[in-house]
């Protein structure tokens, strides 16, 4: 009885760990893509009112030395940063294929299909992009020279 009640109490500030750590994460996560929304006071009031007393928690509960504590929250605040700078990038290149430039409405149907100019190799993602970019001023100029024929 006294080792199942041992263990309860050590599952506990584990699983309110993970749940702080969650929470931590999510808030940071809403303070970046309001950041890349430019709603810069809304994240502010996230940094520094919502997040402080969520890591006070965290660290006090999670049981790791304060560097280690340090490291994870700096890992994480680097990868959740990336993640929304990617989704902005591709939220940037999907509208811009779409021709547009606020938020989309319905997606139409494409137009047509289309090849890049060049062969690139798939892993070369900035070889792609460019590439992208190549095609898309090409049609945009063949379009351009149509329409003034």
């Known amino acids: 009885m006294l080792a199942s009640t041992s263990s309860a109490s050590v599952a506990a500030p584990a699983s309110r760990s993970a ?41 006090r509960t999670a049981g790791l030395e304060v560097p280690a504590a340090q490291q994870a929250l700096r890992e994480m605040f680097a990868r959740v940063q990336q993640q929304v700078a990617n989704a902005a990038l591709c939220r ?23 090849q890049l100019r060049r062969r690139v190799p798939i892993g070369d993602v900035p070889g792609m992009l460019d590439a992208l970019g190549e095609t898309e001023r090409a049609q945009s100029a063949g379009r351009r020279a149509l329409a003034a024929a």
């Open 19 to 59: 749940e702080l750590w969650r929470a931590i994460e999510d808030n940071v996560r809403e303070a970046c893509l309001l950041r890349a929304e430019d709603r810069e006071a809304e994240a502010i009031l996230i940094l520094q009112e919502t997040l402080p007393p969520l890591i006070g928690d965290w660290s």
């Open 92 to 114: 940037r290149l999907v509208l811009r294929s779409l021709g547009q430039t606020a938020a989309p409405g319905p997606v139409p149907a494409p137009a047509a299909t289309f």
